[in-house]
Nanobody, 126 residues
């Protein structure tokens, strides 16, 4: 069973930066694709970014965050990061880390591919 623990959310002014962290158990043995999703009040959950945890470390981004967000994985620290720069008020949401047992691929943003979820961390941009 995989458990995900997120940290790093908070409140910033527009243009600021935050870094989210996700530390999964079972990493490297079960999880093949690690993703970040977000959900704003009254909106559907959307995929933000994902990373394949194999050797290629292929990354995927939603168009809305390309050039501003960066996802990375550190095997030594058993942690996946989401570096968020140039934050905008529309980035305000609850952010969730998610893990899938198959490679990311073209359907990386489909939340139903992910079997494991963290509890979420709030990001507020004013």
């Amino acid at each position: 069973h995989v458990q995900l623990v997120e940290s790093g959310g908070g409140s910033v002014t527009a243009g600021g930066s935050l870094r989210l962290s996700c530390s999964p158990s079972g990493y490297g043995h079960i999880t093949k694709c690690m993703g970040w999703f977000r959900q704003a009040p009254g909106k559907e959950r959307e995929g933000v970014a994902a990373i394949y945890t194999g050797d290629s470390r292929t990354v995927y981004y939603a168009d809305s965050v390309k050039g501003r967000f960066a996802i990375s994985a550190d095997n030594a620290e058993n942690t996946v990061y989401l570096q968020m720069n140039s934050l905008k008020p529309e980035d305000t949401a609850m952010y969730y880390c998610a893990a899938a047992t198959s490679a990311c691929g073209g359907t990386w943003s489909n939340q139903y591919r992910y079997a494991y979820w963290g509890q979420g961390t709030q990001v507020t941009v004013s």
